[in-house]
């Protein structure tokens, strides 16, 4: 996922300042049995009975100013941008990740205050590698225009451009990715789901500790004790970073969520406990490195027309509702 700091004043390094997010296998982990799994997905449109579980949560987002939330468009009956806008505001999101250029949300967002992190979408990637001029074109187009009246944060590569399990041609690459991220003090965007590090192993992993509800100490690491997954998963990739050299990176979870139905585990009291705990863990980090840590939440509404390609738990990952709008 490429990512790069948007500004009036140059939105040429828009491009140049990229950054990649890295793909964790668990052969670079720490030394304890960490669960790592960077898996994307999406979600899908929300129930009437959704609705008082996202009123709780925006009271946690309000509370939190290292939240956001992922705003998909794969929905049969969608808001119009202007509505979503004044959602966030009224919800006191102020952080927003959209998956393209959408000039109506784009548009909405002028003098709202509400950063956005904007994506590029996949077909769009190999013409900018081979072509400036392609890259320069795209900014020019999607994200000038709007400056300085949108407070463009990021723009970051679509999820999944190749998808498929862990390559070691990509070890590669990782130290000159990772070395240009901290040269250009650009952060890497992750995706972190211990829901399907859950579900990929439940006998092993108790859901208490992935919905952060575990009372004490869970896994211990040398002079660290775990008690969520969320934090293991993050620590290992903060350990697997400093094992390349790139101790000093900073990371953005720019999605992570819990699935309402469709899946293993998958219910809206889940979803809820996860949501609630999780908001209010991340302003304080991690185990390893216990700092606010920015986290975009996914998403706003299930995406109904999404396809699916590993679940209906894709679907329905939403802290709002569409229905009786």
Same mark, same amino acid.
């Given at each position: $996922?490429?990512s790069?700091?948007?500004?009036?004043?140059?939105t040429?390094?828009?491009?140049?300042?990229?950054?990649?997010?890295?793909?964790?296998?668990?052969?670079i982990?720490?030394?304890?049995?960490?669960?790592?799994?960077p898996?994307?997905?999406l979600?899908?449109?929300?129930?009437?009975?959704?609705?008082?579980?996202?009123?709780?949560?925006?009271?946690?987002?309000?509370?939190?100013?290292?939240?956001?939330?992922n705003?998909?468009t794969?929905?049969?009956?969608?808001?119009?941008?202007?509505e979503?806008?004044?959602?966030?505001?009224?919800?006191?999101?102020g952080? $927003?990740r959209?998956?393209?250029?959408?000039?109506?949300?784009?548009?909405?967002?002028?003098?709202?205050?509400?950063?956005?992190?904007?994506?590029?979408?996949n077909?769009?990637?190999?013409?900018?590698?081979?072509?400036?001029?392609?890259?320069?074109g795209?900014v020019?187009?999607?994200i000038?225009?709007?400056?300085?009246?949108?407070?463009?944060?990021?723009?970051?590569?679509?999820?999944?451009?190749?998808?498929?399990?862990?390559?070691?041609?990509?070890?590669?690459?990782i130290?000159a990715?990772?070395?240009?991220?901290?040269?250009?003090? /650009?952060?890497?965007? /992750?995706?972190?789901?211990?829901?399907?590090?859950y579900?990929?192993?439940?006998?092993?992993?108790?859901? @208490?500790y992935?919905?952060?509800?575990?009372?004490?100490?869970?896994?211990q690491?040398?002079?660290l004790?775990?008690?969520n997954?969320?934090?293991?998963? $993050?620590?290992?990739l903060?350990?697997?970073?400093?094992?390349?050299?790139?101790?000093n990176l900073?990371?953005?979870?720019?999605?992570?969520?819990?699935?309402?139905?469709?899946?293993?585990? /998958?219910?809206?009291?889940?979803?809820?406990?996860?949501?609630k705990?999780?908001?209010?863990?991340?302003?304080?980090?991690?185990?390893?490195?216990?700092?606010p840590l920015?986290?975009y939440?996914?998403?706003?509404f299930?995406? @109904?027309?999404?396809?699916v390609?590993?679940?209906?738990?894709?679907?329905?990952? /939403?802290?709002?509702?569409?229905?009786?709008?």
């Open positions: $996922m490429l790069s700091h948007a500004s009036s004043s140059n040429q390094d828009a491009i140049h300042a990229a950054n990649s997010t890295l793909s964790v296998p668990e052969s982990t720490s030394d304890s049995v960490l669960h790592w799994i898996i994307n997905f979600q899908t449109n929300l129930s009437l009975v959704l609705i008082n579980l996202f009123i709780i949560l925006v009271l946690f987002v309000v509370a939190v100013q290292s939240i956001g939330v705003y998909g794969i929905v049969d009956d969608l808001l119009p941008a202007t979503v806008i004044a959602l966030y505001k009224t919800s006191g999101i952080k $927003m959209i998956f393209y250029p959408n000039q109506a949300t784009l548009q909405a967002l002028k003098g709202s205050g509400i950063s956005v992190i904007v994506g590029v979408v077909n769009d990637l190999q013409g900018f590698a081979t072509s400036p001029i392609a890259a320069n795209w020019q187009t999607n000038s225009p709007y400056l300085p009246d949108v407070n463009i944060s990021y723009i970051a590569a679509r999820n999944e451009i190749k998808p498929s399990s862990f390559s070691d041609n990509a070890s590669a690459y130290n990715t990772t070395s240009f991220l901290v040269s250009t003090k /650009a952060p890497l965007l /992750a995706n972190v789901y211990p829901y399907f590090a579900i990929s192993n439940p006998t092993d992993i108790k859901l @208490d992935a919905l952060l509800n575990s009372s004490g100490v869970v896994v690491d040398g002079n004790g775990y008690q997954l969320f934090d293991a998963m $993050m620590d290992s903060y350990s697997a970073l400093e094992k390349i050299g790139a101790a900073t990371v953005i979870v720019i999605e992570i969520g819990w699935p309402s139905d469709g899946g293993v585990a /998958a219910t809206v009291d889940n979803a809820g406990t996860y949501y705990n999780l908001i209010s863990h991340v302003n304080n980090g991690t185990t390893k490195r216990p700092r920015e986290t939440l996914f998403a706003l299930d995406e @109904d027309q999404k396809v390609l590993y679940g209906h738990y894709s679907r329905n990952r /939403a802290m709002c509702c569409l229905e009786n709008r």
